[in-house]
């Protein structure tokens, strides 16, 4: 429990640029040593503006409530993230919940633009990349197979599909097919062939 | 030299956040590009900031005591250490043997581009799924490749991202940002040795207007798509 930490009340009258030093120190402190006292500081002062802003934004109590937490639990959470040269406290932290306002919008308008407000403003990247793009080599070499794939003759195409996606037997294409197996056999080679010509070409 | 930018009613609302997600978007890689912008856009969110949290609502809710230890309770986000960092993601996009280094704002679409096909006349497109209202592509033109020319039933944004084109109108080059509506008939043509690549965002079909590219009409919602 957080008893004896007192909310300061009292200088929600200064204006943010006065107090821009101050907060700053705040938010280094909850960064290097996740002082409970200093984020009491930066919450008592930055809660109620932000709860203002988020019902002129958003005209709902409860909405409201949402985006001041969301935007001080990143504020608890990613401090380390804050840098002083870039801009000012209250910048920071206006451009969070501006980008939480944001992606709130788009889901209460259900809006099915896949543009989401970290893409817009990176202020909560940190300098290094998604982990979810880990996959992207893999799914363009398969573009890329599908496109190589597309170039193939029809007849060769028609044989490689059973073998390496219906998963058949060169028997079975040939029963299927009608053609001698030699004919299958030799159609699997030349695709092969063809798709190891075509993938060195792109390296 | 980049000589077309946003206005500055855009950049407000891109600051405000409440632009539209995909002119966002382009202004946002628009900025990538240029400093320019970049700047009036940082100094107009400090000036929104300020302004915007200037005022605290009226009595302190006793809510926020308990907001406030709720998220003490929290753990800090874990910060990736250098060890598990993944793979350095694509920021690139290649077309016949040529490399093209994306703004930013734009390298997530790297993984949501599909595949080039040519268009007629030394034109290139990929589409881009954004699940928006209308087309994204990014469009190459060949050197000596045009676009028929055209008039805009809605809207066309276009953001050069690497060489130069003229339509008739004006003459581009990498991180102009284009606006194009109906009053606007054009026909982008690309001289530079290297062609010119951009990504285009259009909410209805083209209107081709001049001699046989009118044939296309009926299609264009085929085309460029």
Known sequence: MLVGIPLEHENSALEPKECAVEMSQYLVKVAETRCKASFARIFGYFAPRLRSYALKQLGNEALAMELVQDTMSNVWQKAHLFNSEKGSPSTWIFTIARNIRFDMLRKVQNRKEDICADDLWPVLCEQTPDQNETSLDEQITLEQIGHLFDELPEKQKVVIEAIYIDGKSQQEIADELDIPLGTVKSRTRLALQRLKGMLSEYD | ?225
């Open chain 2, 1 to 225: 030299m980049i000589k077309f930018h946003p206005t500055p009613e855009h950049l407000e609302q891109f600051v405000e956040g409440t632009l539209s997600p995909v002119e966002s978007l382009m202004i946002s890689a628009h900025c990538d590009m240029c400093s320019h912008c970049q700047k009036k856009v940082d100094a107009l969110t400090a000036d929104l900031a300020s302004n915007e949290l200037h005022e605290a609502a009226e009595s302190y809710d006793p809510d926020f005591d308990l907001m406030l230890a709720n998220i003490t309770q929290q753990p800090a986000a874990e910060r990736p250490s250098k060890a598990v960092m993944p793979a350095k993601p694509a920021t690139t996009i290649e077309l016949d043997g040529k490399t093209f280094e994306l703004p930013k704002s734009l390298q997530r679409l790297v993984k949501k581009k599909g595949n080039w096909s040519s268009l007629v006349g030394k034109l290139w497109q990929s589409p881009v799924d954004l699940g928006i209202d209308g087309v994204a592509n990014f469009i190459y033109i060949e050197k000596g490749g045009t676009v028929p020319e055209h008039t805009h039933r809605g809207s066309e944004m276009t953001l050069v991202i690497n060489g130069e084109f003229s339509d008739g109108l004006n003459d581009y080059d990498s991180g102009d940002l284009i606006y194009m509506t109906g009053e606007h008939t054009h026909a982008p043509r690309s001289d530079a040795p290297e062609g010119c690549l951009v990504f285009s965002v259009v909410d209805q079909p083209l209107h081709f207007t001049s001699g046989l590219a009118r044939l296309l009409n009926p299609f264009s919602h085929l085309f460029f798509r």
